[in-house]
């Protein structure tokens, strides 16, 4: 029982830093407009907060579509997994220029949100395995803050190129899980 309890802390660390590859790499190019750190301190924290809070109202929903549907969560919730690792390998390779929002404000709020939208289907796939949650959205907000704050402080000295490769690491870990779900 103990060994299932460690295998899912490690699932759950790895999808937590899948997850957290999309704020990384977003991070790295809002990082160029020569943040100080207080201001890198502060939208790590909020970008970690919506790491929690979206996954969380994901759980509650898949917690509640699992108790209706049975059996299928398992295969519903490792599809969501494949699907959302998809999208994320797929919109690395485009190559349209991104509107660089400013970190204040509703800028802020708007950025937070778009990088952790992906957690809330992953916490809906979540919530229909039966995961343990408190423990899931506190390594999801951690790891997001720090990578967050990784990307804001690499952004100032790398113009971009990590950015792309960290999306396609993200989505293929989460594509990983799924096939893991949905095969295992």
């Known amino acids: 029982m103990a060994v299932y309890h460690i ?7 790895f999808m937590s830093f899948a997850l957290g590859m ?3 790499s977003v991070s790295l190019g809002m990082g160029m407009q020569q943040l100080r750190l207080k201001r890198i ?6 970008v970690g907060i919506f790491h929690m809070i979206m996954p969380f109202l994901g759980i509650i929903v898949g917690k509640a579509i699992s108790v209706q549907i049975g059996q299928l969560t398992t295969l519903i919730a490792g599809m969501l997994l494949i699907a959302i690792g998809s999208q994320m390998v797929f919109t690395a ?3 349209e220029v991104k509107k660089i929002v400013k970190p204040a ?5 708007f950025f937070s949100i778009s ?14 395995s039966g995961v343990k949650t408190a423990i899931a959205l506190l390594l999801f907000g951690a ?5 967050t704050w990784i990307g804001l402080i690499v952004g ?7 950015g792309v490769y960290g999306e396609i690491l993200g989505g293929s870990i989460l594509c990983g899980f799924g096939l893991n779900l949905v095969f295992g």
Not at 115 to 128: C, K
């Open 22 to 24: 999309d704020a990384f």
């Open 41 to 46: 301190a502060f939208i790590g924290l909020v």
């Open 156 to 162: 100032k000295k790398v113009h971009g190129l990590i």
């Open 143 to 147: 790891v997001s803050m720090v990578l």
């Open 7 to 13: 295998g899912q802390i490690v699932s759950l660390v």
């Open 93 to 95: 390779f485009n190559h």
């Open 105 to 109: 404000g509703i800028g802020l709020l």
């Open 115 to 128: 990088v952790s939208m992906d957690s809330f289907s992953v916490g809906l796939s979540l919530g229909m």
